[in-house]
């Protein structure tokens, strides 16, 4: 009976140890995404890449090595990726540069062409066509070609490969037992085989190297292109905005943005704000707001820093949004015209295929002048006065339609 209780608690003991283990080892791969918000985080660097993709490769966790980006890149050549700078705080997923590598192996003395297996670097393994002809797709660097057929002794060729290449491989046959001696009619002279250049680059499709791989197993990826690691707002070009802070203080407002080149987009806003005070006496406000912008990541995506300028007028009673004037009362009424310039940052989220959501804040300097009228019974105006601001010159919710 003890023996029969030794062994059970030491099954369990046994279970609960692989289970341990297996946690363990689970713990030790993320997926590409998960690795790639780490060393965002971590490095303080903007990473683009194709969620749809990342998220299903899983490798091992190499966040704390120090070359992370070295040791990814070891790793994503088995899906055909590599990781590329494009600045001191920015990286992209491409795709591997890739050269075409084809040929023919023939027969040493008579240059027959001869179907036959070849393995390349001991892991890719394909038969030649009928005509001992082979083709690859693959990236720089240095491989082994191993070429074997029952009738030839085998060969290996080392090629260093840095752009497309085309190659004549010869095999010597092997030695056999002499047979009685036939005479046969002179056979005319073989033409030498050439292999044909090649047009880069060639598809993929057409090579036929590699099986395809579903979406569901992603181990590696054929045929991926750089437009995939794009988002789905890559063709954005042109966007209609509205200040949703101005329009809480009455201002009618707009904002047209337009793409320069892929970080730099150019807009301009114009707001209007009538007032009225009785049948006789009314006043109208407008401010025009021109901005230039450096999308860090691409234009209408992430963070970005803007300058602009700005000019208003204003009517009297009221100063438009955002600036601010000593002396202001209600007593009062004001009228003039402000012009000036501040930078800006903001942060912009989409939200649908067409609508978005941009926060924006600025400061910089702004001249004013502006007449003072005291309201009394007789309407004195007390004279023009001039005032330097320097504070908020921008600040906007913006509702966002893209085209």
């Known amino acids: 009976m003890i023996r029969i209780k030794f062994l059970f608690l030491l099954c369990i003991f046994i279970s609960g140890f692989s289970l341990d283990n297996y946690a363990q080892n689970s713990k030790k791969t993320k997926t590409l995404t998960e690795i790639f918000q780490i060393i965002s985080k971590k490095k303080k660097v903007n990473i683009n890449y194709n969620p749809s993709v990342a998220n299903r490769i899983h490798i091992a966790d190499v966040t704390s090595e120090k070359d992370v980006v070295g040791a990814l890149n070891r790793f994503l050549v088995d899906y055909d990726l590599e990781i590329k700078s494009a600045g001191p705080a920015y990286l992209y997923v491409s795709p591997l540069q890739k050269f075409v590598l084809q040929g023919i192996v023939v027969d040493e003395q008579s240059l027959k062409p001869i179907p036959c297996t070849i393995i390349m670097d001991g892991k890719k393994t394909v038969t030649t066509t009928s005509g001992g002809k082979f083709s690859f797709s693959l990236s720089k660097g240095t491989y082994r070609i191993a070429i074997k057929e029952k009738a030839f002794y085998p060969k290996v060729v080392s ?21 009685p001696p036939v005479v046969l009619k002179p056979a005319k002279e073989e033409k030498k085989l050439q292999v044909s250049a090649i047009s ?27 437009s995939d690691s794009l988002p789905k707002d890559k063709f954005i070009d042109f966007a209609l905005k509205f200040n949703l802070i101005m329009w809480a203080k009455g201002i009618t407002n707009i904002a047209f943005e337009k793409k320069i080149t892929e970080n730099v987009t150019a807009e301009i806003l114009l707001g209007i704000k009538p007032i009225r005070y009785d049948e006789k006496e009314n006043s109208m406000s ?13 234009s209408f995506k992430g ?25 202001v009362s209600e007593n009062n009424r004001y009228a003039g015209y402000l012009y000036g310039m501040g930078a800006s940052c903001g942060y912009y989220w989409p939200i649908s295929k067409h609508w978005n959501l941009e926060a924006v804040a600025g400061a910089g300097y702004i001249h004013m002048a502006y007449d003072k009228t005291l309201l009394n019974n ?24 893209t085209f």
Do not use: C
């Open 286 to 298: 407008y401010v025009i707001q021109p901005e230039i912008k450096f999308w860090f990541l691409r």
């Open 378 to 401: 007789s309407m004195n105006k007390k004279g023009r006065f001039d005032y330097n601001y320097f504070g908020l010159t921008k600040a906007a919710i913006n509702l966002i339609y």
């Open 200 to 226: 880069y680059p060639l598809p993929d499709s057409v090579l036929a190297l590699q099986p395809f791989i579903p979406d569901s197993l992603p181990h590696f990826f054929i045929g991926y292109h750089p």
């Open 159 to 179: 090629i260093s490969l840095s752009s497309p290449r085309n190659m004549v491989i010869k095999l010597k046959k092997k030695e056999q037992k002499a047979d």
């Open 303 to 327: 963070f970005f820093i803007g300058y602009h300028t700005y000019y208003a007028h204003y009517g009297a009673g009221d100063i438009i949004f955002p600036f601010l004037r000593k002396g």
